[in-house]
């Protein structure tokens, strides 16, 4: 039995003659809210999709609420949710109607209660009956939060969840963010916003050259003086 719900170790990945993760260690337990920083390239987008199954590592294990992720990719793939730089929504669909196809996907039943919960939260319920073409950058963005939650995720992976959204909606995620430390779910979201990422995390991670440069839990962090500190790392 693994003691931490997330295991990371020794993992490893490249790209041609490129190294993108360079022998990560990471241990999270369950209910951990995590922030991932790191600039551009720096490999957080390729963790997110090794964990999440999308990809596979060079090197290395994982485990995930004790699946061994290279054996037990369908029973992982049920207990996690997944926010990525592509919104997988079908354009001539409605906002519902996406929704409830991803919620059947997961043989989900009675969704549509808990589709409009979901909606009502992020702040789209009005958007309901829209079709996404007809939809903006954000509001996309936000069907996909909810798209990503259709089935109430045990874990949730959260690939610059604020892109694109305006302060409204980046409200609306903070207030999701807080949820889901209620609900004891375990989260791991990347961004490039220290302030945002900082503000219901429990974990700090940053992410430089396919290494980890800081891995604290937040009652370690200064979080007056972490802009620097973060500069720092990363130089």
Request: neutral net charge.
């Amino acid at each position: 039995m693994n003691n931490s719900y997330i295991k990371i170790d020794t993992l490893s990945k490249s790209f041609g003659f490129k190294k993108v993760l360079d022998g990560i260690n990471l241990q999270f337990e369950k209910g951990d809210f995590v922030t991932l920083f790191g600039p551009n390239g720096a490999g957080k987008t390729t963790l997110i999709r090794i964990l999440s199954t999308i990809l596979k590592s060079d090197e290395g294990n994982i485990t995930i609420s004790d699946y061994d992720i290279k054996k037990n990719v369908s029973d992982i793939r049920k207990i996690i949710g997944l926010l990525s730089h592509e919104n997988f929504l079908y354009q001539n669909l409605t906002v519902t109607e996406n929704l409830i196809f991803f919620a059947k996907l997961y043989n989900v039943k009675n969704s549509e209660e808990s589709i409009s919960y979901k909606l009502n939260k992020i702040g789209i319920y009005s958007k309901r009956n829209e079709l996404i073409r007809n939809l903006s950058s954000g509001m996309k963005q936000r069907v996909s939060i909810v798209r990503s939650l259709v089935h109430d995720p045990e874990i949730i992976f959260l690939d610059e969840p604020f892109v694109g959204l305006d302060i409204e909606g980046s409200e609306y995620l903070l207030e999701l963010f807080s949820e889901f430390k209620k609900e004891n779910k375990t989260a791991l979201v990347t961004t490039h916003d220290l302030r945002l990422g900082l503000h219901e995390c429990t974990k700090v991670v940053v992410i430089n050259k396919g290494q980890i440069r800081f891995n604290e839990i937040i009652e370690n962090v200064d979080v007056n003086s972490f802009e620097s500190t973060y500069k720092s790392l990363i130089a």
